[in-house]
């Protein structure tokens, strides 16, 4: 396994890189850490004033937590999209902004990558901790589920690190994968349901769709997300099992392409 | 070259390296797409099949012209890049100060980034805990280690940077030209360092220009030529080699440097001649040598004065000298033309030295053209042959008396 063996030679730069970006996300700003949770608050606010309150999407309620509110049910699907979509935009650039560390230092590439990844888990992680408080007082359960939630969290992070080290490489030879993936993003944030209940899609839909819009690995993590958060239920077997493949199946990919083209990365850049 | 020793510390065997020159840089998707593969490229090969040894406690020199592969080949040990045929194989760590602090983030403390830096080349932490008194000793910034990065300033930069990577201690370092780095004193400190590491019986592996260094400092060094290995070695023979063959001449004048003045007049060329009246980057102390500097004028300008002045690579300024306070004023000039500062005998001693020159009015108030590091040439041992510093004096050493009672007077006090 010489991809955790890496890793673990690694890991006390992983640690300082990882603490680098979390620390200098926020340097020298009067709020500091809390912009990270600030980004998510005025989303969220945004999102349900646009979608709850104007177009009035009714989300089925949490089954079994019987919990009925717009704002929670958006962020329990919102705040693993947002993890994502700022691991791979992070993660994807990692090379690009430390070109002059890879021309003159060497270690183990990947671990800028890794490190960028792993600095979102810091702020998801906090994320999370606060959803799980205000869904208590909201009356769910959420506690019993949060073991699970660590475990889709990890597959989370996984399927994000494969398409960011995929991804950080084919910008380096490519500098408009970046551009592209801005775009791309956005296409993907509406191609899952996270504004939207996944049911609206399914009874208007036909089935050919409906089996391409659930292909979507994002569709299933936010799924289970909710699941475990927001409804306090187990996720579907299906569902489970399609998150576990897609993100071993990403990893594996993104490891292999990174490993492929990382020799010429000092003299692309 | 003496036999390979059983175990080098770094043994290069049959090393390529093949660089893509783009016809043009354009990494866009689209232009790959269109034209069905990526940029249309050229190959060239900064380095073909080179192999030698370097046995474990040397100082190695690797020397050639710009463009040689010198420094691709250091990045080849140094893993940066990696070699297209052959391989490089090293014994124990390597730590490379190819570019000192680049690790660094501006925002993060002194202290913050020399836990960051040494895990980047490789300390852990508890290792850095150990040395952190030294590190931050030997950069002298005790009183600014918890301040953000920055704010230093440069020299504070890379001392910091240094003083990070020289205590990582390693095995083999990889040196490209940072010993020009600071002021005086720091520099004394960094040989004095390099030496300690001599000493340990630890290998150093260094890629200069400054040929009198690296005659004095090494061991043995390796000549490269258009990405082949001429000459490996014993250091002086290689190095006398290499001057012999005339490579020593920078190809440079010493990019970044600076330019200002009114304009009406211009520099166009600044150049050292030897005593032949060619031009010329490689110098011996005593040469007969003359400075030309070449100009031309949009308008005649009246009683102009020449300025020369040179530093060092510390930024110390060595020498000055115009026109006007040598009495030679030239009622005027117009057009273009040149004029010559002759130096009948070259009195620094080895080392890289910059030129400045200026063009002023006779008032010396007004600035035509100021041209600083136009020009950077080396010095190599000649005669006189002293000791050390930056002048040559040409002293001498006699007249030993062991009669006490005369020890007070001074000669010219005899009779």
């Known amino acids: 396994m010489s991809l955790l063996s890496d890793v673990r030679g690694s890991r006390e730069l992983l640690v300082n890189l990882t603490l680098r970006e979390v620390g200098g996300k926020y340097k020298r700003t009067a709020l500091g850490q809390g912009w990270s949770l600030l980004n998510p608050l005025v989303q969220m606010a945004i999102f349900t004033v646009v979608f709850g309150v104007l177009i009035k999407i009714r989300p089925d309620p949490g089954d079994p937590s019987g919990l009925e509110v717009f704002a929670l049910w958006l962020v329990a699907g919102l705040l693993p999209w947002a993890f994502f979509a700022n691991a791979v935009t992070g993660g994807m650039g990692a090379l690009l902004a430390n070109a002059n560390l890879i021309n003159k230092v060497y270690f183990p590439r990947e671990t800028l990558v890794l490190s960028t990844v792993f600095s979102w888990n810091v702020t998801f992680a906090i994320e999370l901790a606060v959803l799980t408080v205000v869904l208590l007082l909201f009356g769910g359960a959420p506690l019993l589920f949060l073991p699970l939630v660590v475990v889709a969290g990890l597959l989370l992070t996984a399927f994000a690190l494969g398409i960011a080290l995929a991804l950080s490489v084919a910008n380096v030879y490519f500098r408009d994968t970046q551009h592209f993936m801005a775009l791309f993003m956005q296409v993907w944030f509406y191609a899952t349901p996270i504004v939207y209940p996944y049911s609206y899609v399914r009874d208007k839909a036909s089935p050919a769709v409906e089996t391409l819009y659930r292909l979507n690995p994002m569709e299933r993590f936010v799924t289970v997300f909710r699941n475990l958060l927001y409804d306090n239920r187990l996720p579907s077997l299906s569902d489970a099992v399609y998150v576990t493949a897609a993100a071993g199946l990403a990893l594996v990919a993104g490891w292999w392409v990174f490993r492929r083209y990382e020799g010429r990365l000092a003299e692309e850049l | ?415």
């Open chain 2, 1 to 415: 070259m003496s036999a390979p020793s059983a175990d080098p510390a770094i043994a290069v065997d049959r090393v390529s390296k093949r660089f893509r020159l783009y016809h043009e840089r354009n990494q866009s998707l689209k232009a790959a797409l269109l034209r069905g593969r990526r940029a249309a490229y050229e190959e060239f090969w900064a380095l073909k099949d080179v192999s030698f040894e370097i046995p474990e406690g040397t100082t190695f020199g690797l020397i050639g012209e710009n463009g040689s592969g010198k420094s691709t080949l250091l990045k080849c040990i140094a893993r940066i890049l990696r070699p297209d045929a052959g391989e490089v194989r090293s014994a124990g760590s390597l730590a490379a100060l190819l570019e000192l602090g680049s690790g660094f983030h501006p925002e993060l403390s002194g202290r913050e980034n020399v836990y960051l830096n040494g895990s980047i080349l490789g300390m852990s932490k508890r290792a850095i805990d150990a040395r952190f008194d030294a590190i931050v000793d030997f950069a002298g910034i005790e009183a600014f280690i918890d301040q953000p990065v920055k704010n230093y300033s440069s020299g504070m930069y890379v001392r910091l940077g240094f003083s990070v990577a020289i205590n990582v201690d390693p095995d083999v370092l990889l040196v490209d030209e940072v010993l020009a780095v600071g002021d005086a004193a720091f520099q004394e400190k960094c040989l004095e360092k390099f030496a300690e590491f001599r000493r340990a019986g630890k290998t150093v592996v260094v890629v200069s220009h400054a040929m009198g260094s690296l005659r004095s400092f090494c061991d043995a060094a390796a000549w490269l030529e258009h990405g082949r290995l001429v000459k490996v070695g014993p250091a002086t023979s290689v190095v006398d080699d290499y001057i012999d063959e005339g490579h020593a001449e920078r190809q440079e004048t010493a990019g970044g440097g600076s330019r200002w003045g009114s304009g009406e007049a211009r520099l166009t060329r600044v150049e050292l001649l030897d005593a032949a009246g060619r031009p010329t980057t490689r110098v011996r102390t005593g040469d007969k040598v003359t400075v030309r500097m070449a100009y031309e004028t949009d308008e005649p300008i009246a009683k102009p004065v020449f300025g020369l002045a040179l530093e060092n690579l510390d930024g110390v300024y060595v020498w000055a000298h115009h026109s006007r306070d040598g009495n030679f004023v030239p009622d005027s000039i117009s057009g273009s033309g040149s004029v010559d500062l002759a130096i009948p005998r070259l009195m620094l001693q080895p080392g890289t030295f910059d030129l400045l020159a200026s063009l002023v009015d006779y008032t010396t108030t007004h600035t035509y053209d100021f041209l600083r590091h136009c020009y950077r040439f080396d010095v190599e041992a000649g005669q006189p042959r002293e000791s050390g510093g930056i002048v040559a004096l040409d002293g001498e050493w006699g007249n030993l008396r062991d009669r006490p009672d005369d020890l007070d007077l001074l000669p010219a006090e005899r009779t």
